[in-house]
């Protein structure tokens, strides 16, 4: 596997040349996450305590203890979240004629997630915490061309599973960060 520099300048920069490299590589479930996953998923978490918590916004700001306690639980979550998006998109990847391991799910969740943990630093700034919109969308192309890379996915069926493994994503993830903020009792803000 390449160093992960290397592998996210690639991944932002030219995907479409990226994804046949990262479909030749022999890897594990283990492996992504400890050089992959585990150090990128915490940029938008550790962003996100420091510009709610340490920072603040406008006249509201998280206690620290609120946004430690957050900060954990969301990272927690956003991996098991991750595994959880690849398990869906292997078992959904039949019902769209595409085929692939949940190895190979779990590399194309995570390398097409690389746009919003890199976008996650803007939390720092928590007014610019809404640019990571465009990171999303940027996120969305690059799983896009890796469908067919990874999974196998033929030409007419790559929009319609996009669309649905998006659809997946998004509510995972939402009802996880719901949950972390529920737990945490994240959502309780203080005055500055």
Do not use: H
């Not at 690389?114 to 007014?127: C, E, F, H, K, S």
């Amino acid at each position: 596997m390449e160093s992960l520099q290397t592998r996210v300048m690639n991944i932002l920069k030219t995907p479409v040349t990226e994804w046949p490299v990262i479909a030749t590589e022999s890897t594990d479930v283990g492996r992504l996450y400890r050089e992959y996953i585990i150090p990128l998923s915490a940029i938008p978490v550790v962003a996100t305590f420091i510009g709610w918590s340490l920072i603040g916004s406008g006249f509201f700001r998280r206690s620290i203890t609120a946004g430690l306690s957050l900060m954990v639980v969301s990272y927690v979550f956003g991996l098991i979240g991750t595994y959880v998006c690849a398990v869906i998109l292997e078992w959904l990847a039949p019902k769209f004629k595409s085929s692939g391991t949940r190895v190979d799910a779990l590399k194309l969740v995570a390398y097409a997630s690389t746009p919003v943990w890199i976008a996650g630093v803007l939390n720092i700034l928590p007014a610019l915490g809404v640019l990571g919109l465009f990171a999303a969308l940027y996120a969305i192309y690059v799983f896009y061309l890796g469908l067919p890379v990874l999974l196998k996915t033929p030409t007419d069926q790559v929009v319609p599973f996009m669309i649905v493994a998006t659809i997946v994503i998004v509510v995972v993830t939402m009802v996880l960060m719901s949950i972390a903020m529920a737990m945490t009792f994240g959502s309780a803000m203080t005055m500055m």
